[in-house]
């Protein structure tokens, strides 16, 4: 997601004819790809990379490992339009991990503002720590360093190896997995958990020279979130779609429909936790009982998420039953 803006070297200008799908007729089992075949999709996809890249600021050329961490943090479930006005603001006010490990957790919450699960915060905060006392305050450029710090998982790692150092990894998130799902396996959707067959295919199409995996990463992805979309995919803009298996199958519908979770919000315990947290960030100290039940119209249930806020480290309880944002 924060991949650069295209800059040289370029990918190689080849053209491509003709469908090349893979060998094998899904993700499940189209594990390996032929060398053509996987070079004619990345040479495509980089081509339009280099002309439809966005260009977002942890992009830029004078972008720091920390940045992008930020930025790959805040944008694992919250859109770029909203990411964008938060990761300006909290770049400018902790522009290195020294500076967020030392702020207030209090102050971190409030400028997470409305991102969303905001438990992402003092994971971020913990990281920072664990940055300054682990590497002397420089982001780690190993992905197995990276790893080993709170709230980085694989993808995360990988991100940050290609999007900051440069270097090699194989990033797979959810639209380079919905890219090689259709464009390879010929399916609508990828299932709904990472499997094995797909980390061997998304292997299979990473090349190795650090350059080019770099801009596959950011291609692929860029690809995914402009164009071959979850909903409404814009096939006809598509640089894949004279070879795209799922498109030359006429489409077929998601296999895995029937296991996908429709989230709800209203009534949630997500939206009374929610608003907790929203009057705690908003409010000049803390709620007492009287105003904090004033929030929610089902007493045991707010009564329960304040536990689970609790418990998250994301508020602090007094005697009598109010709560703050943590110190």
């Given amino acids: 997601m924060t991949a650069p803006t295209p800059s040289s070297p370029r990918p190689d200008r080849g053209a491509a004819t003709g469908p090349r799908t893979g060998t094998g007729t899904g993700t499940g089992t189209g594990t390996t790809a032929p060398r053509s075949c996987a070079e004619e999709v990345r040479d495509a996809v980089g081509q339009w990379y280099s002309r439809h890249a966005r260009d977002l600021p942890w992009r830029a050329a004078d972008r720091t490992a920390w940045g992008v961490l930020v930025s790959e943090v805040m944008l694992q479930q919250t859109p770029v339009v909203r990411v964008e006005p938060a990761w300006r603001a909290w770049v400018e006010r902790w522009p290195t991990p020294g500076d967020l490990a030392a702020a207030p957790t209090a102050d971190v919450l409030r400028a997470w503002g409305r991102l969303g699960y905001p438990r992402r915060a003092l994971r971020l905060q913990d990281c920072a720590r664990a940055i300054v006392e682990r ?31 440069g270097r090699h990894a194989v990033v797979v998130d959810t639209n380079v997995r919905r890219v090689l799902a259709r464009a390879v396996g010929g399916t609508a959707l990828p299932a709904p958990s990472f499997t094995a067959a797909e980390r061997r295919l998304a292997t299979a199409y990473a090349p190795e020279p650090d350059d080019a995996a770099v801009l ?101 309880t007094d005697d009598d039953g109010g709560c703050t944002l943590p110190t």
Avoid: I, K
């Avoid at 909903?231 to 894949?240: D, I, K, S, V």
């Avoid at 709800?264 to 705690?280: F, I, K, P, S, Y």
């Fill in 135 to 165: 590497h002397g305050g420089d982001v780690p450029r190993g992905e197995d360093a990276l790893r080993a710090l709170p709230g980085v998982g694989e993808y995360t790692a990988a991100a940050v190896t290609a999007f900051a150092h």
């Fill in 216 to 316: 596959w990463a950011c291609a692929s992805m860029e690809l995914g979130a402009l164009v071959c979309t979850a909903r409404n995919p814009r096939c006809g803009e598509c640089p894949l779609r004279d070879r795209c298996a799922w498109r030359l199958a006429g489409r077929p519908a998601d296999e895995h429909a029937a296991r996908r979770r429709t989230q709800t919000w209203a009534g949630t315990d997500r939206q009374a936790r929610g608003r907790v947290m929203a009057a705690l960030r908003e409010g000049d100290g803390p709620l007492d009982r009287t105003a904090l039940h004033a929030l929610w119209h089902d007493a045991a249930q707010l009564d329960r998420c304040v536990a689970s806020l609790v418990e998250d480290g994301l508020v602090e």
